[in-house]
């Protein structure tokens, strides 16, 4: 698949990517950084593979102007790194410039840093996070420190 998309990485609107595969090797690592999807509009991430270095990824999707959709699903028995999960939420919170409408981190995380970033992205209107921790931090209240900050969002 990656070499057809040498010359094509250009004509492709959505990407649908499990990390983890037959081998374990780290399938969205391998695509994003051989590849530019300069016209991507909708991108879901699956079973993101610890393995996995984010960096690349994070930066071609936060330079995106194209993307409106944005999702990863990652299943509870694969842990994804702390790190990984602040840079995501921060760049789906924060990033200005971006055309985000529709996002979904589906990865348990307390969402507790929210409340710290100075502003936050107002085109989501569409929001599904899992939101997860010690039960002495999470609770309802996390859920309505988000919604203070995400105007747009429609409940």
């Known amino acids: 698949m990656s070499s057809y998309l040498t010359f094509n990485a250009h004509q492709v609107t959505s990407l649908e990517v499990w990390d983890i595969i037959r081998d374990y090797s780290a399938t ?3 695509l994003f950084n051989r590849h530019n999807f300069i016209n991507l509009e909708s991108c879901v991430l699956l079973s993101i593979n610890l393995s996995t270095k984010l960096e690349k990824v994070l930066n071609k999707l936060r330079s ?3 993307l409106v959709s944005f999702s990863i699903y990652q299943p509870r028995h694969v842990p994804i790194s702390e790190k990984y999960k602040y840079e995501l ?3 789906v919170f924060t990033n200005q410039s971006s055309s985000f409408r529709s996002v979904a981190l589906s990865y348990y995380k307390d969402y507790l840093d929210i409340s710290n970033y100075s502003s936050i992205a107002s085109n989501l209107i ?5 939101i997860g921790g010690l039960s002495s931090t999470v609770s309802v209240y996390s859920i309505f420190r988000i919604l203070r900050l995400c105007h747009t ?3």
């Open 64 to 66: 995106s102007i194209r």
């Open 126 to 130: 569409s929001l599904n996070l899992c």
């Open 89 to 91: 939420a921060l760049m």
């Open 153 to 155: 969002v429609r409940i």
């Open 28 to 30: 969205i690592d391998l």
